[in-house]
């Protein structure tokens, strides 16, 4: 049917008088008389909508592994084809290792609205759906990879000291990959032999972290993996991936297996401190020496650093246990925080190392007051690092001990056993400073 503008507003106009001529009855809804509406409704279909958008058609189990660290084991719902939600799957407690070792179930519930909303992101209209390359990377790519410390005019034309500012390139992963392959060589033969030696040192290295290169330029390329990694991938893919570029090194400088040199694989402590780095300093640990399910039994929760409420939101229900049974909570952040309004004492600190003062002062009066652990902070922490009066430098074992000797403590470091001489005197000896 031919129908033009002019044609279908006329049409529209007459169809509208025709109603207004007959009167509102002929138009207006007509009540329903219902003595009971619980009894009988005339049409409860429209109850389906509300109870189908729980309808699913299948289910998944998933975890949640985001920079937080919480794994939290989560069930999705499937409809069509695409995932609608998630929530809680209570079954931490009946989640075990190899070796039978299983979790409590207090550790229920997990999750959280980051968790919930996952799929969010996957169907996100921004979300990355392939391999990109920074602008600026790729024409420094193409021009040959020129060496940044011998033109340093080059780090702003390719702009690398202003990378937030550049645009991105779509590739294939084809292409993605010879990418990555060129740099990697790039890297390698750039700070290899005695050339690439000169340009870490203008690059303002120190000599002792030149020597460790062993002009190999692989040993400069640091590998990090991020937290959601971590597992089979992030600890041994990634090193083993550092690991096989020695075989890069081979081809460089043309060295024989043996003396080839890999990358260097750096984890969360080393590569940006993300974890503390003091608490493995200190304790030989990394901070997986405790369990949050120990929170529970504490009398007193010191948190300066973490903040359980905001940025560790599965774990703020522990936060709640220690409360309901008495405990105390001590909050030490510069600012007012959700932990803060929850906690017994709030102590402030100044953005920076003032933390640091503060638990070196803690730290001093557990000493002086002989409420330490000796024989364990002897054999375990290289507590305390006493600070001299008169120079203001570190105290070293040479100040106190003549004639010490550093001993070679890596028997000790790899099986804990026995306590490197440096520590045992270093404890005692300040211990009756």
Not at 11 to 26: H, I, N, V
Not at 200 to 219: C, S
Not at 329 to 337: C, F, G, Q, R, S
Not at 362 to 377: A, H, N, Q, Y
């Amino acid at each position: 049917m031919d129908l033009s503008r002019r044609k279908f507003l006329e049409t529209c106009l007459a169809s509208g008088g025709t109603l207004l001529a007959a009167g509102p009855q002929a138009w207006a809804f007509k009540p329903v008389s219902i003595d009971n509406p619980l009894g009988s409704y005339p049409d409860r279909n429209w109850e389906q909508v509300y109870l189908d958008q729980y309808h699913y058609d299948s289910s998944f189990t998933w975890v949640c592994a985001p920079n937080d660290t919480h794994m939290c084991r989560l069930r999705a719902f499937v409809r069509n084809g695409v995932m609608l939600r998630s929530e809680q799957n209570y079954d931490h407690d009946r989640v075990g290792d190899l070796y039978g070792n299983k979790a409590t179930k207090a550790w229920n519930p997990r999750g959280c609205p980051k968790g919930y909303t996952m799929q969010r992101r996957i169907y996100g209209p921004y979300r990355l759906k392939g391999p990109v390359l920074r602008k600026g990377w790729k024409e420094s790519a193409d021009a040959g990879f020129p060496s940044l410390s011998d033109d340093p005019a080059l780090r702003t034309k390719f702009k690398f000291d202003d990378r937030g500012n550049d645009t991105f390139v779509r590739l294939t992963w084809d292409e993605i990959s010879k990418y990555v392959a060129a740099g990697l060589e790039a890297i390698a033969r750039t700070y290899s032999g005695d050339a690439g030696a000169s340009r870490l040192k203008q690059d303002g290295y120190e000599q002792a972290m030149i020597d460790k290169v062993e002009n190999a330029g692989t040993r400069v390329i640091k590998i990090g993996s991020n937290l959601p990694l971590h597992g089979i991938v992030g600890k041994f893919g990634i090193y083993r991936f550092a690991n096989m570029l020695g075989l890069l090194d081979h081809h460089v400088r043309g060295v024989p297996p043996e003396q080839a040199r890999g990358a260097r694989d750096w984890n969360e402590y080393t590569w940006r401190g993300d974890q503390a780095p003091g608490h493995p300093f200190v304790h030989g640990l990394q901070t997986s020496d405790m369990d949050f399910n120990d929170l529970r039994f504490c009398k007193l929760v010191i948190q300066i650093g973490k903040n359980l409420i905001e940025n560790k939101m599965p774990e703020s229900h522990w936060l709640n246990e220690v409360m309901e049974r008495g405990g105390k909570l001590v909050d030490i952040a510069p600012e007012y925080n959700c932990p803060g309004t929850k906690s017994n004492y709030w102590i402030s600190v100044r953005p920076g190392l003032s933390d640091t003062a503060v638990l070196l002062g803690v730290t001093r009066i557990l000493m002086d007051e002989g409420w330490f652990d000796r024989d364990f902070c002897i054999r375990f922490t290289d507590f305390p690092l006493l600070v001299r009066t008169d120079t203001l430098q570190r105290l070293r074992p040479q100040d106190v001990v003549a004639d010490y000797k550093p001993k070679d403590i890596a028997a000790a470091a790899r099986t804990g056993t026995v306590p490197p001489t440096w520590m045992r005197t270093s404890a005692r000896s300040s211990s009756s400073r």
